[in-house]
């Protein structure tokens, strides 16, 4: 069965870091991208990053850019997405998703849609 | 930054046709990806490159896209597909990949 399995959830204090873990399993994950989502409570759905893991290619919102950062860890089939400096703006449910990659004539990866995710994780900023 | 706009709501009866658009400035030349959330739940990749349906979503749901607006059809909606509809894509440069604000749907 393929899924995404994602760590519990977090609480933490604004300015620290958090790093929420993405496994995969049913799959190997290096033909793949793995997308990070968040949603705030009642809001919509928000796009940060993701990794192309073919290329090791990663790309960052604008908005997060500086505090976002996304890695590999391969021993464990997975993927990781580090938040630093965190703020109470930042509470919300963190997905993480996989996208199916297709090369293209001109050699460039194309995404096919984000066809599995995780379970999601909620992360609480407080003091 | 990109935006790409839907309605904050669609209501239709069940069996009607439900239409949620979404318009961005690039969608002539880069696809949208549509998702459905149901509430507490992580979303489903219900159309893919503007028109293709993953094997285990309905028939029913189908996808297009003229000019800068890109379009969900749900044929005879059901109630069970009450939900949030999401469209995504990418600008021009592909720097700036974004979710559309959302589109609750009501079917009722």
């Known amino acids: 069965q393929v899924q995404l399995v994602q760590s519990g959830a977090e609480v933490k204090k604004p300015g620290a870091s958090v790093k929420i873990s993405c496994k995969a399993s049913g799959y190997t994950l290096t033909n793949f991208a793995i997308q990070w989502v968040r949603q705030a409570p009642g809001q919509g759905l928000e796009w940060m990053g993701w990794i192309n893991l073919v290329t090791n290619k990663r790309k960052y919102s604008e908005k997060f850019q500086g505090r976002v950062t996304i890695t590999t860890d391969t021993s464990a089939n997975g993927v990781d997405m580090e938040l630093t400096n965190l703020r109470s703006e930042d509470t919300a449910v963190y997905f993480c998703a996989r996208e199916v990659l297709e090369l293209d004539a001109g050699g460039h990866y194309e995404g096919l849609g984000m066809d599995v995710w995780g379970q999601g994780t909620t992360l609480t900023v407080s003091s | 930054s990109y935006e790409l706009t839907q309605p904050p709501s669609v209501s239709v009866s069940p069996g009607q046709t439900a239409r949620i658009t979404c318009s961005g400035d690039?969608?002539?030349?880069?696809?949208a990806d549509w998702y459905q959330q149901k509430s507490g739940q992580a979303p489903v990749l219900v159309i893919y490159e503007d028109t293709k349906r993953p094997s285990e979503i309905p028939e029913r749901f189908s996808g297009s896209s003229s000019g800068t607006t890109a379009t969900l059809t749900i044929d005879g909606a059901q109630v069970d597909d009450e939900a949030d509809y999401y469209c995504y894509s990418t600008d021009i440069t592909e720097n700036h990949e974004v979710f559309g604000g959302g589109t609750r749907l009501t079917v009722l």
């Open positions: 690039a969608l002539p030349k880069k696809y």
